[in-house]
Antibody
Framework: QVQLVQSGPEVKKPGASVRVSCRAS????????IHWVRQAPGQGLQHMGW?????GVTNYLQSGVTLTRDKSINTAYLDLSGLGSDDTAVFYC????????????WGQGTLVTVSS | EIVLTQSPGTLSLSPGERATLSCRAS???????LAWYQQKPGQAPRLLIY???GRATGIPDRFSGSGSGTDFTLTISRLEPEDFAVYYC????????FGQGTKVEIK
């Protein structure tokens, strides 16, 4: 079955960087876009951006965010740099068939805590 | 950016009752590009409804979506105990934005 499995929770100090991974299985990794969605504690969902695994083309709004992928291991990555305390959140990866289709499968989420 | 505003913020209902959740867009959204998600505490969101009225795999038919233009509705015909959760609308026709969510709680 389709699965997106994310890396485990992280605790980082302000100013540090973090990498969150999202490993896909049960489908063709290059056949679906991977999106990243942020959820701050007790808050709603915020779409951060997407990556096309076929060619690595990305679209994301925030500075300090980098989206990459490794096709050889069916994995997408979210890199966050210059972390601040307001970056504490759960980050989800999710897939869509095209840019104008919904997010039909989600990872379990990765909590990133930024604290001194 | 298209802003989605959901109402009410919280809906207090009893099992068996009908739930009607609203999602209003700041500008017109094609109904083909509007989706609804359910999120339970500690879990990832789950796709419920997409497009004109499509239900995601495994979603029971008590969930239905309707609307057009700037006003959309998610209806749960008869609430089951497992339906108490937070629901988000999302548009994916012009970039990607979510509403702020509606919590459906047990009365």
């Amino acid at each position: 079955q389709v699965q997106l499995v994310q890396s485990g929770p992280e605790v980082k100090k302000p100013g540090a960087s973090v990498r969150v991974s999202c490993r896909a299985s049960g489908y063709s990794f290059t056949g679906f876009y991977i999106h990243w969605v942020r959820q701050a504690p007790g808050q709603g969902l915020q779409h951060m951006g997407w990556i096309n695994p076929i060619n690595g083309v990305t679209n994301y709004l925030q500075s300090g965010v980098t989206l990459t992928r490794d096709k050889s291991i069916n994995t997408a990555y979210l890199d966050l740099s210059g972390l601040g305390s307001d970056d504490t959140a759960v980050f989800y990866c999710a897939r869509s068939a095209w840019l104008q289709t919904p997010l039909d499968s989600w990872g379990q989420g990765t909590l990133v805590t930024v604290s001194s | 950016e298209i802003v989605l505003t959901q109402s009410p913020g919280t809906l207090s209902l009893s099992p068996g009752e009908r739930a009607t959740l609203s999602c209003r867009a700041s500008q017109s959204v094609s109904s083909s590009y509007l989706a609804w998600y359910q999120q339970k505490p500690g879990q990832a969101p789950r796709l419920l409804i997409y497009g004109e009225s499509g239900r995601a795999t495994g979603i029971p038919d008590r969930f239905s979506g309707s609307g057009s233009g700037t006003d959309f509705t998610l209806t749960i015909s008869r609430l089951e105990p497992e339906d108490f959760a937070v629901y988000y609308c999302q548009q994916y026709g012009s970039s990607w934005t979510f509403g702020q969510g509606t919590k459906v709680e047990i009365k």
